[in-house]
């Protein structure tokens, strides 16, 4: 880890966002959940480090600040750049291609010279913030020509980049009008991160193939210079999942939902709503087993947490409401008075609220289509202390590499998402024990520290 006080972090957000105040009194930040955040966190608090990153904000042009140890440098973004850059080909081009196409990518040539340009814009901030000879750490989807731009600004800095999605295989990269721009652009960081091998993988036989650069497996030559492209698994800070699951804030939060739900075995699925998640797959997969009798609803509730997500685009209003309308459809089949068999929550809960999910729950269902790594299912391992509960794991997330001790299962297969949710719930405890105590050595072992330690010892620093 570098003690140099010099580390850059570069991202489509801040990792803060603005608290409206009441009452006419004045704004304030807080720290904002995520994945990326709940990370970097820990990290970026131990050194000096500044975060550049848009605000949340249309048109935000405020100067630096500082929050919870973090200096904060905004990029200022226009509405009409967000619907380019971030609505058009973040999240309609290169978010349904880099999952395996769920959803057909769109390609407008607008929306790439909108995403060139906010690019440039990061780029230009980070190579004005960057201190001589230092880090800089880009991450995700958004920003993927960054690197290659900052390089051209300031060669004298060690540039890393990582991508939290999954990266495609050829046949599906290969539709991408800009593959090359892109390919180009990732290669202007000396180390690229990836979720898992097979992605790092797909992103070598791609330079291969369209740019006729020459490789020795994870390392490639470019204008005589070495880059490092290989898997870097995101993780946890187990630590800090593992104590919350003890504390007395956590309890009483748990006490209160187990005093709502009675003493029936509980099912949890956590996600963001977003076509790529599988949550319609499983309420279909939940809905067979009321069929079937193997769940009833006065001994078993699933409980569905939809954490709202780009409730703007089309595609997510259209999303929302056919799960909703599954779901009240099962309610209404199924349910007894005063017992739904599906309760469905579509907000986000704060952590607390969410460990205390995390411990009630019997079985807990990570089933998306297509998952760069899912830390839902790292964090869920973490908080069971007592080693009960058991993993419902789709195969297609970068979390099932590690978690092999999960049931793992095809999430596009209804049939295999309900039989293994019905294994879990009539498993023996001391075969849920075992599993449970391997995967949370895996955790343990591999945290958010080690993940960060690796990645900036491959970077030099």
Request: with cysteine.
């Amino acid at each position: 880890m570098s003690e140099r006080g010099d580390i850059l972090i570069v991202s489509n957000r801040l990792p803060v966002h603005r608290v409206r105040a009441e009452n006419g009194g004045a704004d304030r930040w807080e720290t904002s959940p995520g994945g990326l955040v709940s990370a970097l966190k820990p990290i970026l608090q131990t050194v000096g480090s500044t975060w550049i990153g848009w605000t949340g904000v249309d048109d935000d042009d405020r100067a630096p600040f500082e929050h919870d140890g973090i200096r904060n440098h905004p990029v200022a973004i226009s509405g009409e750049e967000m619907r380019g850059y971030y609505e058009g080909f973040s999240n309609r081009t290169i978010w349904p291609l880099y999952h395996d196409a769920i959803r057909p990518a769109e390609y407008h040539r607008s929306w790439w010279r909108i995403y060139t340009a906010v690019n440039q814009r990061f780029a230009q901030a980070a190579a004005e913030c960057a201190k001589p000879g230092g880090l800089v750490w880009v991450h995700d989807y958004q920003l993927q020509l960054v690197p290659e731009m900052l390089r051209a600004l300031r060669p004298d800095l060690r540039i890393g980049f990582f991508l939290h999605i999954p990266f495609p295989p050829q046949e599906l990269f290969a539709q991408l009008p800009w593959r090359r721009h892109l390919l180009r652009g990732l290669l202007g960081a000396d180390v690229i991160g990836f979720q898992t091998r097979v992605a790092s993988e797909n992103f070598v036989q791609l330079c291969r193939r369209f740019l006729n650069i020459r490789d020795r497996g994870t390392e490639l030559q470019i204008e005589g210079r070495s880059v490092i492209a290989r898997a870097f698994p995101i993780s946890i800070d187990f630590g800090h999942f593992d104590a919350m699951a003890g504390t007395e804030a956590v309890a009483e939060q748990a006490r209160m939902v187990r005093a709502r739900l009675g003493d029936r075995r509980m099912i949890l699925g956590v996600d963001r709503l977003d076509y790529t998640k599988g949550i319609d797959i499983r309420m279909r997969a939940f809905q067979d087993l009321l069929h079937t009798g193997e769940c009833r609803p006065d001994d078993t509730v699933f409980v569905q947490v939809a954490v709202p997500s780009r409730e703007k685009v089309e595609e997510y209003q259209e999303l929302r409401s056919n799960i909703e309308e599954m779901i009240g459809r099962i309610n209404g089949k199924y349910g007894q008075v005063g017992r739904t068999p599906i309760q469905y929550l579509h907000r986000g809960v704060s952590q607390d609220e969410l460990v205390a999910l995390y411990l009630l729950a019997d079985v807990m269902a990570v089933t998306p289509a297509r998952d760069g790594m899912n830390l839902v299912a790292k964090e869920y391992v973490a908080c069971r202390r007592d080693d009960t509960g058991v993993l419902v794991l789709s195969e297609f997330t970068g979390a099932a590499h590690e978690l092999t001790d999960a049931l793992l299962v095809n999430p596009h297969d209804v049939d295999d998402v309900a039989g293994a949710i019905k294994i879990a719930l009539q498993m023996k405890p001391d075969e849920a024990a075992r599993r449970m105590h391997s995967l949370r050595e895996v955790v343990r072992q591999n945290d958010v520290h080690r993940w960060a330690r690796s990645f900036y010892e491959e970077l030099g620093a």
